[in-house]
């Protein structure tokens, strides 16, 4: 049967496949050196770091406008991503194991933000724009079943083999099933995805292409405050994702609410990616019937104002996990709805045009600079503050990305006053 006809035959593992590998670094990594004991500002810096792969992919990605087989690449880099997490459980038996995890989630990064560019260069081409739209929540909504595998299955998991191993063969043993995981879902994608080629480039060297890619990008109208906006857009959301499960696992003494490893699974991994996924959907879907122009504003508040929650949970510190479950369920829906308009600003706004792919590599890996920015100096500035006052400064830093969009140049047509 050929896949095309369903689109998200391949659009879910795709995307499960950029969301994997993504959430490894950014919270399954942090979640496996905070149960080794390093502090928050190490954890903070070093898998920022890590994220900076996803920032200067826009570097390489007219390498792979230069190519018609989008296909191969990413599966190619599925198995390569593979292969680095399973050199991940053999760096944890190293003494000095921290630098050479850091080292090989380096590797695993590269190959995975450039498996991003061509996967998500696929999803442009094959689609038209209605169909982005619409299937943009599932996009999403895909991307972070990666977080319900990672944190709902193998943080559960590795919660429970940390009773019963030594803590550097528990987490061994998650990414060795990440590793499979990877290489199952390349081999998958050998048969899923469509073989349609892309249209041939002019040949040009990739010097030159990286010059045009450039040069037509930041010609777009509103080019640099679209810039800012993207980067701000992030602001409050990449603090919470970074800080708020290592609130959960810090002791109660500490200001934490002293969950377990396996606790934390069970919060995020379950409930709150199954709210986020809720909300991606609810979030395309809404986009779609509305517009992108009359939708952004709201999906800007729902990204930010169910921060709140983690401000009440600092404070009155419940003990309760149901309680506790609910609250980050309800941060998750939020999040999840409203990220879809980011997703979206990208691909309408700043994808346009002949290099479409290139175009939402270089977008994304803005909007990931903005990530790596406020993940980076969000364990200093929660150092500073304490938990309570540093969820306060999550909400006011949202502020600006709210009053830059009316300034936004959206597609559609202009809301009645």
């Not at 030594?166 to 043993?173: C, E, G, L, Q």
């Not at 995981?181 to 995805?193: E, F, N, P, S």
């Not at 409050?236 to 109660?252: D, H, K, M, S």
């Not at 829906?333 to 270089?362: C, D, T």
């Amino acid at each position: 049967m050929d896949s095309m006809r369903h689109p998200l035959r391949w659009i879910a593992s795709l995307y499960l496949a950029e969301g994997l590998p993504f959430y490894a670094v950014a919270l399954v990594a942090s979640l496996m050196f905070k149960s080794l004991h390093i502090a928050n500002e190490q954890i903070t810096h070093w898998t920022g770091f890590l994220g900076l792969a996803w920032v200067i992919k826009p570097l390489w990605s007219p390498l792979l406008e230069l190519t018609s087989n989008k296909k191969s690449t990413v599966i190619v880099c599925q198995w390569i991503t593979g292969c680095a997490f399973g050199l991940v459980a053999l760096a944890l038996q190293l003494p000095d194991y921290f630098a050479a995890c850091i080292a090989v989630f380096m590797l695993a990064s590269l190959s995975a933000a450039t498996h991003d560019i061509a996967a998500d260069g696929l999803y442009i081409m094959h689609l038209n724009e209605y169909q982005q739209a619409r299937y943009a929540g599932w996009c999403g909504a895909f991307f972070n079943a990666g977080k319900f595998v990672s944190l709902g299955g193998l943080v559960i998991l590795a919660g429970h083999l940390e009773s019963k191993f030594d803590v550097r063969v528990a987490w061994s043993i998650i990414f060795l099933l990440l590793a499979a995981i990877m290489l199952a879902v390349g081999a998958y994608h050998t048969m899923a995805i469509p073989h349609t080629a892309a249209p041939a480039k002019s040949a040009m060297s990739a010097g030159e292409t990286l010059r045009d890619v450039f040069r037509d990008f930041f010609r777009k109208p509103d080019i640099w405050l679209c810039v800012v906006f993207i980067i701000l857009f992030r602001a409050g959301e990449a603090q919470v994702q970074t800080i708020a499960p290592l609130f959960l696992r810090e002791a109660r003494e500490l200001g934490g609410l002293g969950l377990s490893t396996g606790q934390i699974g069970s919060v995020y991994g379950t409930a709150g990616t199954l709210t986020f996924i809720l909300g991606s959907l609810g979030g395309g879907y809404f986009a779609a019937w509305l517009g992108l122009r009359r939708a952004l504003i709201w999906l800007v508040l729902a990204v930010n104002l169910p921060n709140l929650v983690f401000y009440f949970l600092s404070t009155q510190m419940p003990s309760d996990l149901w309680v506790i479950t609910a609250a980050v369920g309800l941060e998750m829906f939020g999040y999840g709805f409203g990220f879809v308009g980011l997703i979206l600003f990208i691909i309408q706004v700043l994808s346009v045009g002949k290099y479409s792919a290139a175009h939402y590599a270089l977008a994304s890996g803005i909007m990931q600079l903005g990530f790596v920015i406020f993940k980076v100096i969000s364990g200093d500035i929660q150092a500073a503050l304490g938990y309570q006052h540093f969820f306060l400064w999550v909400l006011l830093s949202a502020v600006p990305a709210m009053l830059l969009v009316r300034r936004m140049p959206l597609p559609g047509v202009r809301a009645k006053a």
